[in-house]
């Protein structure tokens, strides 16, 4: 069954001026999520699974505290974005950038250790025994939001790899010289979000904050609005309905342009993950498959589900 609410206008924003952005603190970020991964695998159908991207994302914490560390984007770079409306991390140099193929290689070294399927397994091993032209591809293709529906499992340990790099970058930056580039696009790196969470913070109460899917920045997004197309007409909300009438995940959905986002209620769970809880929730992914939306939020532990 589904719960369908009409989004409150009246809850547009929250508080006066919020913050545009919450820039990662990755080694924290990483360690939480994978404390989260680990609760959300305990009686669920996912727990494998579920409990392998715990593995890993502690060893995204390792790598964000170990490796050396990025070169910040330089302050004329910052200025120029600024005045451009442009995100300051170029994620094609990024890309290019040799710390970001050590990134990789110590990901493949730290995650072997790591209990995982057969086929995960071949993944790794081809991964970190693969060309530089082969890494590029699989690296390129994260960094472009278009990993194909037919490799996720040499794309997931890139998109690990992406993460721990990206967010370190963003953490070197100013949240204060940012600026909003558009509905939807991170203003950090451009990236897209894989959800949304409406937070409980003091001072940012009720405030609505999408998730990079790459560089983990956070950054205000109004409450009714699709974080696709733009659109403030046609949104509603869909949940499964769990008999309580408190779901704490929910679909975004726009008629619009025809997508959904997941948006995640940290107001009734501060432990909401933007990432591991869009894992943890697969059943709204199931119910949401068989209506007329498509889904919109970028996950890279999603593709192939």
Same mark, same amino acid.
């Given at each position: 069954?589904?719960?369908?609410?009409?989004?409150?206008?009246?809850?547009?924003?929250?508080?006066?001026?919020?913050?545009?952005?919450?820039?990662?603190?990755?080694?924290?970020?990483?360690?939480?999520?994978?404390?989260?991964?680990?609760?959300? /695998?305990?009686?669920?159908?996912?727990?494998?699974?579920?409990?392998?991207?715990?593995?890993?994302?502690?060893?995204?914490?390792?790598?964000?505290?170990?490796?050396?560390?990025?070169?910040?984007?330089?302050?004329?770079?910052?200025?120029?974005?600024?005045?451009?409306?442009?995100?300051?991390?170029?994620?094609?140099?990024?890309?290019?950038?040799?710390?970001?193929?050590?990134?990789?290689?110590?990901?493949?070294?730290?995650?072997?250790?790591?209990?995982?399927?057969?086929?995960?397994?071949?993944?790794?091993?081809?991964?970190?025994?693969?060309?530089?032209?082969?890494?590029?591809?699989?690296?390129?293709?994260?960094?472009?939001?278009?990993?194909?529906?037919?490799?996720?499992?040499?794309?997931?340990?890139?998109?690990?790899?992406?993460?721990?790099?990206?967010?370190?970058?963003?953490?070197?930056?100013?949240?204060?010289?940012?600026?909003?580039?558009?509905?939807?696009?991170?203003?950090?790196?451009?990236?897209?979000?894989?959800?949304?969470?409406?937070?409980?913070?003091?001072?940012?109460?009720?405030?609505?904050?999408?998730?990079?899917?790459?560089?983990?920045?956070?950054?205000?997004?109004?409450?009714?609005?699709?974080?696709?197309?733009?659109?403030?007409?046609?949104?509603?909300?869909?949940?499964?309905?769990?008999?309580?009438?408190?779901?704490?995940?929910?679909?975004?959905?726009?008629?619009?342009?025809?997508?959904?986002?997941?948006?995640?209620?940290?107001?009734?769970?501060?432990?909401?993950?933007?990432? /591991?809880?869009?894992?943890?929730?697969?059943?709204?992914?199931?119910?949401?498959?068989?209506?007329?939306?498509?889904?919109?939020?970028?996950?890279?532990?999603?593709?192939?589900?």
């Amino acid at each position: 069954m589904t719960q369908v609410a009409e989004p409150d206008p009246g809850m547009i924003g929250g508080v006066p001026t919020p913050p545009l952005a919450i820039l990662p603190r990755p080694e924290r970020l990483f360690g939480q999520r994978a404390a989260r991964f680990d609760v959300l /695998a305990e009686g669920s159908n996912l727990g494998p699974y579920l409990r392998f991207l715990a593995d890993l994302a502690r060893v995204q914490a390792r790598l964000a505290a170990d490796l050396p560390a990025p070169t910040p984007v330089p302050s004329d770079r910052v200025a120029l974005a600024r005045a451009s409306r442009m995100p300051p991390i170029d994620r094609h140099d990024a890309g290019a950038e040799p710390l970001l193929d050590d990134t990789l290689s110590a990901l493949c070294r730290e995650a072997a250790g790591i209990e995982m399927p057969a086929a995960a397994r071949l993944a790794l091993d081809a991964v970190a025994a693969a060309t530089p032209d082969d890494r590029r591809w699989l690296l390129g293709n994260v960094l472009d939001d278009a990993i194909p529906v037919d490799s996720p499992a040499p794309h997931l340990f890139a998109a690990a790899a992406v993460q721990v790099h990206l967010a370190r970058i963003a953490a070197t930056l100013d949240a204060r010289q940012l600026v909003p580039i558009r509905t939807g696009v991170c203003p950090a790196c451009g990236g897209r979000p894989a959800s949304s969470v409406v937070t409980g913070v003091q001072g940012a109460e009720g405030t609505r904050y999408a998730a990079c899917s790459c560089c983990q920045t956070l950054w205000n997004e109004v409450r009714v609005k699709c974080l696709c197309c733009g659109s403030t007409k046609g949104i509603g909300l869909q949940s499964v309905d769990d008999g309580t009438g408190e779901a704490t995940v929910r679909a975004e959905t726009c008629d619009e342009c025809g997508s959904w986002v997941k948006q995640m209620l940290q107001t009734k769970n501060p432990a909401l993950d933007p990432v /591991a809880d869009d894992v943890g929730t697969l059943g709204l992914d199931a119910l949401m498959r068989g209506g007329t939306w498509r889904r919109g939020g970028v996950n890279p532990f999603l593709i192939g589900y």
